[in-house]
DNA sequence: AGCTTTTTCTGACCACTGGTCAGTATTCTA
DNA sequence: TAGAATACTGACCAGTGGTCAGAAAAAGCT
């Protein structure tokens, strides 16, 4: 038991380096920037050592992509504060901007969970846990008639495009002459949401 | 003169030659998926010959890029019915479904100009031609009052954001199980046009 | 015609990539 | 301490983008 114990622990903390030395450069420049040896020596093994931790890159940065994501997942649920009710339709916005700043805080993650090709996958590809969420939210404002007639699918992705848009286009064209950006943010998802909103009555 | 033409010619029927074998490939499966050797022998010549048409794997894809957003730009101006004035808020929404269509057809093209990461870049980025038509359009959308108050690149980033987050989404995220994609697009262009307008009159 | 210059083109070469694996070094077990 | 299990290295593979000396071909000139 301890003996075992002693070998795994080195093991689960190689693999944390790896990991954290992967965020990092991985953050910078995205996945196609980052290769396995210059990885490997950042870190002080051989580059073969990476692969007896990980499959391959991709699995690599699968695992960075998933901690990352069950990040956002836990700040999108922190926004419903608890025991008290909150309008789904300001939940949502204040969910858009979580989002979007989160994907520019995590720009890499954010790139390999929605822009990356995969050549290999024609997989179907199953909603993730974020899009469950935002789906939740939008299903109460269509049950609290706050939205106008529309499916809960419908209205979830014109949403979920539209913070992708904004966020994506923030990340990889940095340079371009934006106004400014918080604005821009907060206009987009209020643009988006209002859009959605039944007539206002009265 | 005849001379110096015909050795010409034959430069330029190869420069065409890779270029539509390049837009080929590169549509398929991207930027990364292909490479100069890959390219060089479906063509049939070395791979090094085509380093004496375009200094780089960028230069070539480029070149692609500029021609198929002369094409876009091509058909955002003819949108523009010639003589009859058109309501600019519904040429806006012609032009948002043209350029999401647009980039549907030229994925390849639109990653490279919109998505990819450029290593060496850190150029400040002029706005593409296609941005520039939007924003006329925004101006005369803002003129004629057809706009609540706003500016008009911020508007005109609000709407470019949106377009392109269905647009990316679309294209790298394929197999997502998407609601009705024509319907889908239509409402992300609609909501988007909505949430700008004035308050509707009376 | 020939001879020379200019242009085109190839294939070997460079440093790099992701990934594998036989052989070695280390650690655990008994 | 001997033997089994695990961790690790570094050479190796096929591929990448890019370069360049030298071969081949075309053009210009007399």
Sequence with gaps: MGSQTLRQKYRQELRRTILEAAREAFEQGGYESLSMRNLAERIGCSHGSIYLHFKDKEELFDCLVEESFAGLAEVLAALRPPGKKIDPVVLLRKAGRAYVEFGLRNP???????????PGAAHPEKPHHAYKLLRGVVAQCIAEKRFRRISI??????????????????????????????????RVIDNAAAGLLAESPG
Tied chains: 1, 2.
Aim: net charge positive; aromatic share 16%.
């Design 108 to 118: 890499g993650a954010y790139e390999f969970a929605f822009v990356l090709r995969r």
């Design 153 to 186: 699918d419908m209205a979830s992705q014109v949403l979920w495009a539209t913070v992708h848009g904004i966020t994506s286009l923030l990340i990889f064209r940095p340079n371009f002459p934006w106004a400014d950006k918080k604005k821009l943010i907060a």
